[in-house]
């Protein structure tokens, strides 16, 4: 099932600004914090060492710029997020799609490399490999795509034939090519499964629930056929 969505329901779903997800996303881990903080104390002192060569003329604007490196520790993720949004939100088209699980598989994928120097001093390139959860789903339309990301513990009660659900993201205004896909949910398990938090989840999953959905990640029997894609009427 693919159903077009409205531009101001696509931009409830997409946020333009940080979700509460994403700022954690991109807030790291405790080393990411660090680099932030340091960025943040070597501006400050940049700033304070430029009002003493400069004097009080300059006073105004070498504050501003005090407070934002000072407060960078804090923007940064908010400015991260924010980029990566538009990057969705440049499509003009989407659909709420709900299909499910045909195949499930692991692989092993290459996401650094590096060189160091083994113990008679010849270099070495280190290959940083992370494991990948491949999930497969289509529908009865015959779509099919394939959703790759990191493997988790959380991942273990995902089983072929589960109900899923996600936005797709096209340039096509009958959304017969996709060219983007973002989290993918399973309602039966109340599990996302994404790498990065595109979504705001509270209005996806209310839209699920307006397109029939129920808490078992079942779709509730409509009396009526369901049509194509560009003839569907639009969810907003």
Same mark, same amino acid.
């Given at each position: 099932?693919?159903?077009?969505?409205?531009?101001?329901?696509?931009?409830?779903?997409?946020?333009?600004?940080?979700?509460?997800e994403q700022y954690k996303y991109y807030w790291g881990k405790s080393a990411d914090f660090l680099r932030r903080l340091l960025f943040s104390v070597?501006?400050?002192?940049?700033?304070?060492?430029?009002?003493?060569?400069?004097?009080r003329s300059f006073g105004a604007v070498l504050f501003c710029v005090g407070l934002v490196c000072g407060l960078y520790w804090?923007?940064?993720?908010?400015?991260?997020?924010?980029?990566r949004n538009q990057k969705y939100r440049r499509y003009p088209y989407a659909g709420f799609?709900?299909?499910r699980i045909l195949d499930i598989f692991l692989?092993?994928?290459?996401?650094?490399?590096?060189?160091?120097?083994?113990?008679?001093g010849e270099f070495v390139l280190i290959e940083n490999r992370e494991r990948r959860l491949n999930l497969e789903v289509g529908d009865e339309s015959g779509f099919m795509t394939t /959703?790759? /990301?990191?493997?988790?513990?959380?991942?273990?009660?995902?089983?072929?034939?589960?109900?899923?659900?996600? /936005?797709?993201?096209?340039?096509?205004?009958?959304?017969?090519?996709i060219d983007e896909v973002t989290d993918l949910y399973i309602p039966s398990r109340k599990l996302w499964v994404s790498d990065y938090p595109c979504l705001q989840r509270?209005?996806?999953?209310?839209?699920?629930?307006?397109? $029939? $959905?129920?808490?078992?990640?079942? /779709?509730?029997?409509?009396?009526?056929?369901?049509r194509s894609p560009s003839k569907r009427r639009y969810i907003d």
């Open positions: 099932m693919l159903v077009p969505l409205t531009r101001q329901k696509f931009e409830q779903v997409i946020p333009r600004i940080a979700s509460a070597v501006g400050v002192l940049v700033v304070l060492v430029l009002e003493f060569i400069l004097g804090f923007w940064e993720p908010v400015y991260r997020a924010g980029l799609f709900r299909g692989t092993e994928e290459l996401i650094s490399t590096e060189e160091n120097v083994n113990e008679v /959703v790759q /990301v990191p493997l988790r513990k959380e991942h273990k009660v995902i089983a072929k034939n589960q109900t899923v659900e996600m /936005v797709l993201l096209s340039n096509s205004p009958d959304l017969s090519d509270d209005m996806f999953v209310d839209v699920s629930r307006r397109l $029939g $959905g129920d808490d078992s990640g079942e /779709v509730r029997p409509k009396k009526k056929k369901p």
